[in-house]
């Protein structure tokens, strides 16, 4: 005996009980990228799981806030120009090719 599928209709299920994961706000000027979570909150940096499609963002600027190269203020943290140029990852060119 075969027991049919199971799916939602219309689209994936959904929880309206669950908590909204939370997002990160990405702004910028003359000085640099200012990055903010919403909501906000104190310690967000230490809870980079609550993020969701945004986890690995939240889990380099906490790196890049532990490497000196971002700043972090009570609400957001501020990586200026000159440390993202500092940062930046470059492509690798001194290899030997082997062509």
Do not use: C, H
């Amino acid at each position: 005996m075969r027991l049919p599928a199971f799916r939602s209709k219309g689209g994936p299920p959904t929880n309206s009980g669950a908590p909204l994961a939370a997002t990160i706000s990405v702004t910028w000027n003359r000085e640099g990228i200012e990055y903010r979570s919403e909501p906000a909150r104190e310690g967000w940096l230490s809870d980079a799981g609550s993020f969701g499609a945004d986890a690995e963002l939240a889990m380099l600027l906490g790196q890049l806030e532990e490497e000196g190269f971002a700043e972090l203020g009570a609400a957001s943290v501020k990586l200026s120009w000159q440390d993202f140029i500092a940062w930046r990852p470059r492509p690798i060119t001194d290899r030997a090719s082997p062509y």
